[in-house]
């Protein structure tokens, strides 16, 4: 099993303690919920988060300036969630090396 496509849209520069949506704090606290539920799966091989960067999408009421679930802005400057899937996932082992 592969886990694809969860994020939570977080407006850049936005701080807020606790935390509250759309603040770069839940952005990392969904983040740190799913990773928990994936690692708690057995046959989980594989997680990919969406997105890596904020992209345009239609105008419309529920999407303010576009898509915002990215780790990076638009103009590719890492939010907090960036740093903090860089550093869950340096921790992963290289399976690259064959047996």
Known sequence: II???FGADTIEGLHMLPSETFS???QEDYLTE???AI???EGCIG???WN???FKTKQGLNRVRG???GVFTRER???MSAHFVRKRWSKIANFSKSK
């Open 39 to 41: 690692d708690s799966c």
């Open 77 to 79: 400057q890492p939010k």
């Open 24 to 26: 770069e704090e839940f």
């Open 3 to 5: 886990i694809t496509e």
């Open 47 to 49: 997680e990919h988060i």
């Open 67 to 69: 898509n915002r679930k």
């Open 52 to 54: 890596f960067a904020d």
């Open 34 to 36: 799913n990773f928990k």
